[in-house]
């Protein structure tokens, strides 16, 4: 029986809205300070090199810890919450790890992702079975 209702749509439009401005924010940041390779590429290395992941952590694990959801997320009206009795904010950690296995979610154009969703009991992808968490309809931002 399935417990959690899909929300398949706005799910995909917020990864594609979260990514979207993760990849920008990336490709903009490399091009400006990057240094140009021979093949006439750009790249970043050194401690320059560490405001990607950094953006990326921010972007993702920091704003579900401050403001409840990830950028997409609020904007459709989800957000994660942990698999628990009370249905309690993710902590730091949990956020993390929903959002480590972000890229193998997303592989083939979010196949992963959406075959996990459709085919588990609380709908959820493979960042959120390991983090035990799940995704719902946030009413108190978007009835």
Known sequence: ???????????????LLDYTLIVG????????????????????????????PLLWFTMTVLTEQFLGATIGNGIV????????????????????KRHL????????????????IRNTPKRQRLGDLLAKTIVVRDFDKNP
């Open 25 to 52: 924010f990336t490709y903009a940041y490399i091009i400006h300070y990057g240094e140009p390779n021979d093949d006439g590429s750009y790249s970043v290395s050194g401690l320059p090199g560490l405001v990607p």
């Open 101 to 116: 296995p972000d890229i193998a979610d997303m592989f083939f154009f979010g196949l992963v992702g959406i075959l996990l």
């Open 1 to 15: 029986m399935m417990t959690n209702p899909i929300y398949i749509g706005r799910r995909i439009f917020a990864g």
């Open 77 to 96: 009206g989800l957000k994660p919450v942990s698999d628990n009795e009370v249905k309690s904010k993710p902590t730091i950690a949990q956020s993390f």
